[in-house]
């Protein structure tokens, strides 16, 4: 399971085998046995979420805004 990168405790990863076929890119988001998903494009969005509260999610979701460009490269750089 390959980390992008550690914020504030939390882990921003992906799984290395994500289906088949493969999903779009997206990113995992785990601390404390909560977690989510986020879809990167059209525009990030929320997949799932499991037990971050409302407050939390806006938080993450806006720093994988910020890092989006970094997530897509770890991306595709893992799967290419």
Do not use: C
């Not at 977690?35 to 993450?60: C, H, I, M």
């Not at 460009?69 to 750089?77: G, N, P, S, Y």
């Amino acid at each position: 399971m390959p980390v992008v990168f550690r914020w504030k405790g939390y882990r921003f990863h992906f799984f290395s085998n994500e289906g088949d076929p493969r999903e779009p890119a997206h990113i995992h988001v785990t601390k404390d046995g909560a977690d989510a998903k986020f879809w990167l494009q059209p525009e990030v969005n929320v997949a799932y979420n499991r037990g971050f509260n409302a407050r939390t999610l806006s938080l993450l979701s806006g720093v994988v805004e910020e890092r989006r460009e970094e997530i897509e490269r770890a991306w595709d750089e893992f799967f290419s």
